[in-house]
């Protein structure tokens, strides 16, 4: 299943072999690097505050897991929580159906998108409400890569979002058809009212993007690497999105560990990386694993970014 356009794939064992040594020097980077809970580099202000504009539009769909609770319970330093009262803890957590699909850990969708899309956003919403796994193919405009794959296998009027399930060998446009499908394969089938509003759905979407002005949009010079990288992310956080738009512009394969408030994938990251922060973004190419926004898209800047020259002809 989605051997024509890169579907598909195999689920890698657990444990099966050890990271590689990093072949980058993250000690270089100007921006720091370190975990840090909700700072902000200074030269970052003005884009987060673009990008958080999508969060008031949407009233913050993408944020919360499907069926999301909250409740008081004593601290257990194995459980991730956002908040600690004395001797108790919040803890999220998400509907009994979303949790059981989660720990089947399917194989990760295919998603053919870009990040200037308000269409392609009302699905990213749903797969971070639903917490999954999604490997994502970039397809900004004036893309070589997977948008030019897409439009030669279906035609120069395809559009996207496309999705493909490996686990079902489904295949799809248009995103309501897809949204709808999430629900009903992945969740309890019952759609969230944030993403039922047709045209309305559609419009604050898209007028959540404007701040952005077609950032992660446009394909720009890049050397995508061979293998996918991993984010460890979720939609209605504009850290995230600043990251997101950067991979899109470079037309690099990612693949998404979406982790919404009440979300299983963050307890999973607390326990893979010793606390929950993202985005935070791991690189198999390089071995290296980086927290904080400005660091990662300096890193992408460095490692994948290709300059332009000044005079193209003489």
């Given at each position: 299943v989605g051997a024509a356009l890169g579907g598909?794939?195999?689920?890698?064992?657990e444990g099966a072999s050890e990271p590689p040594a990093p072949t980058f020097d993250v000690s270089t980077l100007k921006a720091n690097s370190e975990p840090r809970a909700f700072a902000v580099e200074p030269s970052l202000f003005l884009d987060l505050?673009?990008?958080?504009?999508?969060?008031?539009?949407?009233?913050?769909?993408?944020?919360?897991?499907?069926?999301y609770k909250i409740s008081l319970v004593p601290c257990d330093d194995t459980k991730y929580s956002p908040l600690s009262i004395g001797d108790y803890m919040l803890l999220e957590t998400c509907s009994p159906t979303a949790e059981?699909?989660?720990?089947?850990?399917p194989l990760p969708l295919v998603l053919y998108e870009f990040e200037a899309c308000p269409?392609?956003?009302k699905v990213r919403e749903a797969v971070s409400i639903l917490g999954l796994e999604v490997n994502f193919k970039p397809c900004p405009s004036g893309g070589n890569k997977y948008r030019r794959r897409v439009k030669r296998k279906y035609g120069d009027s395809a559009t996207f979002p496309f999705l493909i399930d490996p686990n079902t060998g489904i295949r799809m446009f248009e995103s309501d058809d897809i949204v709808s499908y999430l629900f009903k394969t992945y969740g309890d089938r019952t759609i969230p009212g944030s993403l039922t509003g047709g045209w309305r759905t559609a419009l604050t979407a898209g007028l959540g993007l404007l701040p952005r002005l077609g950032v992660g949009g446009s394909a720009k010079n890049s050397d995508p690497p061979e293998r996918p990288l991993t984010l460890w992310s979720y939609e209605s956080s504009p850290f995230c999105k600043l990251v997101r738009e950067r991979l899109c512009e470079y037309q690099i394969e990612h693949t998404q560990v979406s982790c919404p408030r009440g979300g299983t994938n963050r307890q999973r990251l607390y326990k893979e990386a010793g606390r929950f922060q993202v985005p935070y973004l791991q690189d198999p190419n390089t071995g290296v694993e980086l927290f904080e926004t400005a660091a990662?898209?300096?890193y992408l800047d460095e490692v994948y970014g290709v300059e332009t020259a000044a005079v193209k002809y003489l």
């Open positions: 598909g794939g195999e689920k890698e064992e505050l673009g990008a958080s504009f999508s969060f008031l539009t949407r009233g913050g769909s993408g944020a919360f897991a499907d069926g059981l699909k989660a720990a089947a850990r269409f392609c956003r990662i898209l300096e």
